[in-house]
């Protein structure tokens, strides 16, 4: 390098997910039969539909140009009435649904939207790590709150009460909850809301799982009253209609809101390919069917992947909502990281240390469903005979 890299990526490595997803493409060369339980990248396929309206667009040739970066009308609609059936929360397609190429993308535009430097940010602990990074790369400061087992993952308002919150622009909610699968009811988001709206601080609830295993009426941060005041809410297609890589998402909110937003974005991207959106619109009018028939196959690998754990040793919820098991390793386990990557090399099974999600997250071990019963299956009996080994 004749340039050393920006002072604005001091402190932030590479994705944890990016650097072992190579060490397990490294052992497979080799010749080791992996199993990657660490990733929620599904592995099932969208519905026939919406694959037959991406190739049915892609054939006609004029659909190859550059999109309204607001997103076609067809799909601005679709998704507002997607609200409305799922969450019951009514939406206005033209001032209040901003489509996205991801929500992971979204993250990054909302934070150099409102933040600027000297801005502190509120992330939860555990939570998804890209809220910090985007917090670093906005030259913003973030500034974590606990969340904990013995208070079910939810924002403890005694402390946040308590805390300075003077420089506060932005706070991170998200609900079901990434990595735990906690879920809050709309009392809980109430009172955050609240507690927000007091202090002037924008909420950003992110909202990707409430379709996958959820146990519960899907929740949006707007059947809180009052919300559209100082909320916005990201969700994605990528998990509960199996398009990760299709790269779809949205952010809904008031117009003045996404207005912003759309004044960065605007500048970052050229819009979202019209086939991806054409296939969109069709995926968010699949059956009710067809998502029980997900969710029965995610609940039987649940089931298997809860063996797994219990045969580590950890504690956990059966019952929980999105792609993950998340448990407490056992106290003898002293350094987690150590055990899984030993696991890794020599029993071939990947899972992620709870440690990349915040301190909070440092004595638990998170498992992805997103593989077949099939390898799961193989997991555990590669973990037996690691096991036995180490005895």
Not at 80 to 96: S, T
Not at 248 to 275: A, C, H, R, W
Request: hydrophobic share 40%; with cysteine; aromatic share 10%.
């Amino acid at each position: 390098m004749i340039v050393p890299r920006a002072e604005r990526l001091a402190g932030i490595q590479e994705y944890f997910f990016s650097r072992k997803l190579r060490e397990v493409a490294r052992l497979r060369a080799e010749g080791k039969a992996v199993v990657n339980l660490g990733i929620g990248s599904p592995d099932l396929p969208p519905s026939k539909e919406t694959i037959a309206a991406l190739s049915a667009a892609a054939y006609d040739e004029a659909n190859h140009g550059y999109q309204p970066y607001h997103g076609t009308d067809l799909l601005r609609s679709e998704m507002a009435a997607w609200y409305q059936r799922v969450y019951g929360v009514e939406l206005d397609p033209d001032a209040q649904v901003l489509p996205l190429l991801g929500s992971k993308e979204g993250i990054m535009y909302i934070s150099m939207a409102f933040l600027d430097a000297g801005d502190q940010v509120l992330l939860p602990d555990p939570g998804y790590p890209a809220y910090a990074v985007a917090t670093h790369l906005a030259g913003a400061e973030p500034l974590p709150y606990d969340l904990d087992e013995a208070h079910g993952w939810l924002p403890d308002l005694q402390k946040l009460e308590a805390t300075d919150t003077a420089r506060v622009k932005l706070m991170w909610v998200n609900y079901p909850h990434m990595p735990t699968g906690a879920l809050a009811s709309v009392h809980d988001l109430a009172r955050v809301v609240g507690f927000a709206r007091s202090r002037r601080i924008l909420i950003c609830h992110d909202n990707p799982y409430s379709l996958v295993l959820n146990p519960e009426p899907p929740l949006s941060i707007f059947g809180v009253q009052g919300a559209f005041e100082n909320c916005i809410e990201l969700n994605s297609l990528s998990k509960s209609y199996n398009m990760a890589g299709w790269r779809v998402g949205m952010v809904v909110g008031e117009s003045d809101y996404l207005q912003t937003i759309l004044t960065f974005k605007s500048n970052m991207d050229s819009g979202m390919f019209f086939p991806v959106q054409a296939a969109a619109v069709v995926a968010l009018r699949n059956s009710e069917e067809w998502h029980t028939q997900q969710n029965e196959i995610y609940r039987r690998r649940r089931k298997l992947s809860c063996e797994l754990m219990a045969l580590l040793g950890c504690t956990f919820e059966a019952v929980r909502p999105g792609l993950f098991v998340w448990g407490r390793a056992p106290e003898h386990m002293q350094n987690i990281e150590s055990f899984l990557d030993e696991l890794l090399v020599k029993a071939g099974v990947f899972l992620t240390p709870g440690s990349i999600f915040g301190k909070n997250g440092e004595r638990y071990i998170r498992a992805s469903i997103c593989v077949t019963e099939e390898f799961i299956q193989q997991a555990i009996d590669q973990i037996i005979a690691f096991l036995e080994v180490k005895r």
